[in-house]
């Protein structure tokens, strides 16, 4: 799975499928009828942008939803299937002057996992574009789930409690200037480049910030010393304490162990609890 994650880190599938063309969806719906039935478990992967898989590996199927892919646009919104790449899809609303998820420019991952975890940048989430999510539901059929604000929260969605696997999502477009939408993602990708993102491979931010602790979450750990701090390749980057980064050669016991030696030392110096954005999976 080392292929398939921005941490470049993880053992094998059991079975790791992609499938893609018009039949996806019924295919799927194939797939995951008999894999219930057999008692398979199966782990729907996007991007892996904010993933490690453990060192032994996965068990059951992985189903890489990266091959179902594209938009269309209405009057004012655009439907992206879920697989689609975040920036592809930023990139295709700016050619039609649509300004939409432009804050987003930069973030690797898809589009269904963006949804899923409710993604946050720059001040703004997923959830304030968001009109109505298509999901395959708990009975695999297809689903139209509206936005509704109650359901969602910080880096939080209705979606991440529920066994259910994301088609697609409808979010609300304005008409803009396309150059002016040009110099807006230029500056974003331009910030998250200065800040290091792209050095070395990570899955961006560790751990989510919380308000209520009145600091963001790197400060409180660069006020700790513990930037440069490793555990075996797993390495607190030098120059951000909120990103973990793969030196080369860590482990995912690395990097969760490096996570979990964080957690312990900020909770000990203010008492103060993080919670990691990284999500750990597989056969640990």
Known sequence: MRRHTTFQVGGPADLWIRPRGPQWLPFVQILLQ????????????????????????????????????GLSFGPDDVFIRAGTEVNEAIRLCVNEERSSLEFLAGMP??????????????????????????????????????????????????????????????FVTQRANKWELEQCIYQYRKDREEKGHYRLPSAGSAFKNNYAYGKPTGKIIDELGLKGFQIGGARVADWHGNIIVNTGNASAADIRNLTEEIKSRVFAATGLLLECEILFVGDW
């Open 34 to 69: 008999e894999a219930r039935a057999a008692g398979i478990p199966v782990f729907f992967l996007g991007s892996g942008a904010n993933l490690v898989v453990a060192d032994r590996g996965i068990r059951g199927i992985v189903l890489d939803c990266t091959g179902y892919t």
């Open 109 to 170: 991952g898809s589009i269904g996992g963006a949804v899923w975890m409710n993604a946050r940048c720059y001040g703004s989430s997923v959830s304030d574009r968001l009109r109505e999510v298509q999901i395959l539901n708990e009975a695999l059929m297809e689903e139209w789930v509206p936005y509704r604000e109650g359901d969602y929260d910080y880096k939080k969605s209705p979606f991440q409690g529920r066994p259910v696997l994301i088609l697609g999502a409808r």
